[in-house]
C-alpha cells in the first residue's frame, strides 16, 4: 500500500510539474506491462516452455480419469451381479485410484503454480531490463506503468519496447 502510495505520488509529481517539466525538456513515457506480458515474444515462449514441460503429465491425469470414469461405470453397471467380495475389492480399487488421482491432480496444479511464477518472475525481470535499455536509448527521463491515472497516447512507448523485443 506504501509502495502505491508512493509511485501515485511520484507520478502526481511529475505530472503536476509537467508544465515545468517540458519547459526544461523532461521526456515522460508510460508502459503497458500487461500488454507486454501479453504481446512479447518472451512471454510467447515462457508459456511454450511451461506448455511443454506440463502437458504430458496434464495428458496422464486425463487418460487417468477417462480410465476411472470406465471403473465406475463398469461397477455400477456390474455390481449387482458381483459377489459381495468381488464388488468391494472393486469399490477398494477405485477408491484408491480415485484418491491417487486426486493426489495427482493437486501435485500438478502445485507444481505448475510454481513453474508459472518462477517462469512470470524472469519474464518481468527481463522485461523491466528491456524497457530500461529502451528508456536510455529513446531519452526519456521518467517512464511509468502501473498505477498511472490518466496517460494520453503521445506518452505511451509500450510499441516501440514491443518492437525492441
Known amino acids: 500500500m506504501l509502495k502505491k502510495g508512493i509511485a501515485v505520488f511520484m507520478v502526481l509529481c511529475a505530472f503536476g510539474f509537467g508544465a515545468q517539466a517540458t ?4 521526456k515522460i ?17 515462457a508459456m511454450q516452455v511451461l506448455q ?17 470414469k470406465g471403473l465406475e461405470d463398469r461397477l455400477k453397471k456390474d455390481g449387482p451381479v458381483m459377489s459381495d467380495e ?8 477405485l477408491r484408491d485410484q480415485q484418491r491417487d488421482l486426486t493426489r495427482r ?3 500438478f496444479v502445485e507444481d505448475l503454480n510454481v513453474a508459472r511464477s518462477e517462469q512470470l518472475g524472469k519474464l518481468n525481470r527481463d522485461l523491466l531490463i ?3 535499455e529502451y ?4 531519452g526519456y527521463d521518467l517512464i511509468v506503468g502501473d498505477g498511472v491515472l490518466y496517460a494520453s497516447g503521445a506518452v505511451d512507448i509500450t510499441a516501440g519496447v514491443l518492437e525492441r523485443l
Open 86 to 93: 468381488e464388488r468391494r475389492k472393486s469399490e477398494r480399487d
Open 135 to 138: 528508456a536510455k536509448s529513446a
Open 52 to 68: 511443454s514441460e506440463f502437458e504430458p503429465r496434464q495428458r496422464a491425469i486425463q487418460e487417468l480419469t477417462v480410465k476411472l
Open 130 to 132: 528491456q524497457v530500461q
Open 105 to 107: 491432480q493437486n501435485e
Open 23 to 26: 519547459a526544461q525538456g523532461v
Open 29 to 45: 513515457g508510460v508502459v503497458s506491462m500487461p500488454r507486454l506480458l501479453d504481446q512479447s515474444p518472451q512471454a510467447k515462449d
